[in-house]
């Protein structure tokens, strides 16, 4: 598909002065100010690089049944007031109802507290959104999974975003946290329009993604005619994973070894010479001895002239990794890459407990109206 056809199917651009919607434009999710369109991106996805820290808390309302309206208008207006800069919220399938959380993905028709949907009384919940499966290897802890409603704010340091959550709970009586986790990006820098920090791994990352806001849309954005519900246009879907790392046997491994294992050097160059920035042969390679077949990147993305459909944001935690991505359709993108991953060298290293799968609303208001 051209570059030109695909961006006339992103969601309208965004001007400067453009007016927010009365109940979330205290939420970072408002057209950022400037004096030329920007694409209207969801907070979590704004800027080359996610702040330094972030605290996620994924949090259940206490009475048990899915949120309403007003209590969502009210969590993200209590957001904005303790991030003004781009706090950001994501619904989980159980903010939909029962059924939708253990659905198939087709929604379940009638949305969360009985919403009849920006669409006119069709499905109200994102067609690909549902609690997040185990995959091969995983241990998900249920406590440590899920949630009605995922919170996301940032800070320059830990401290400060921890400082922003416990504001946001304060506020929020009728909401308890179902688990919580801390992230910082060690090292966090914009090279060529990309955001990289050094991982648990003590490898760079963050080449893979796109270097513009563009370009990052294009690869998270849904779109009108992507068979979702008409008030999704504009919304991603994100990914959490609460991955623990076997730091100490990983550390007892040579360099040489964990190159082989990532598929990189330290500092992001391929392992056959060629730039971090660019693009590897791996046809030229069809054995491996350079870039071992079950090497992370090569499992990952396979074809690097055609990188996976998404958008990593990622942090260091105290357990080992916070991984975050954002994309249009999981199953194209995070699950597909997911699968490939299936036997890589680095899977001995690596247990997830935790996590879920999320829906990041459009920018403005109007994504409300799917909830009554």
């Known amino acids: 598909m051209r570059r030109r056809t695909v961006l006339a199917g992103l969601p309208a651009l965004a001007t400067a002065g453009g007016a927010a919607g009365a109940a979330l434009g205290a939420a970072g999710c408002a057209p950022a100010a400037g004096s030329a369109a920007t694409v209207a991106l969801p907070p979590q996805l704004r800027g080359a690089e996610p702040p330094v820290a972030a605290e996620l808390v994924a949090l259940d309302t206490v009475h048990g049944r899915p949120p309403g309206r007003a209590e969502l208008a009210a969590l993200a207006a209590a957001v904005g007031a303790a991030e003004p800069d781009g706090g950001g919220i994501a ?27 920006a669409g006119g009384g069709t499905e109200v919940r994102p067609r690909r959104l549902r609690d997040m499966p185990a995959f091969p290897g995983d241990l998900l802890d249920p406590a440590r999974t899920h949630g009605q409603v995922l919170v996301q704010l940032g800070g320059r340091d830990p401290a400060q975003a921890r400082e922003r959550a416990a504001r946001v709970l304060a506020a929020l009586p009728g909401w308890r946290p179902r688990w919580r986790a801390a992230g910082h990006r060690p090292d966090s820098r914009v090279v060529d329009g990309r955001g990289l920090a050094r991982n648990p791994f003590h490898f760079t990352e963050g080449f893979g993604n796109p270097d513009g806001e563009r370009a990052t849309a294009e690869r998270t954005l849904v779109r009108p005619g992507d068979g979702e519900p008409e008030w999704a ?3 991603s879907y994100q990914v959490v994973r609460l991955v623990q790392i076997a730091a100490e046997l990983w550390d007892r491994d040579s360099l040489a070894a964990q190159e082989r294992v990532i598929g990189r050097r330290r500092d992001g160059r391929w392992l056959d010479g060629t730039p971090a920035t660019e693009r590897p042969d791996f046809a030229a390679d069809p054995a491996g001895r350079r870039t071992p077949l079950d090497s992370h990147v090569r ?21 080992g990794l916070l991984f975050s991505c954002f994309q249009r359709d999981p199953v194209t993108g995070f699950e597909a890459v997911q699968h490939r991953l299936a036997g890589e060298a680095m899977a001995t290293y690596l247990l997830t407990v935790g ?9 403005g208001d109007t994504w409300l109206r799917a909830f009554a």
């Open 91 to 117: 619904l989980g399938a159980a903010a939909f109802g029962p059924a939708a959380a253990g659905g198939d993905g087709r929604g379940s028709g009638t949305g969360g507290s009985g919403g009849t949907g």
């Open 233 to 235: 246009a504009g919304g």
């Open 299 to 319: 499992r990952a993305a396979p074809d690097r002239r055609r990188p996976p459909p998404l958008v990593r944001r990622s942090y260091s935690h105290p357990e």
């Open 355 to 363: 996590g879920g799968y999320f829906f990041v609303p459009p920018p």
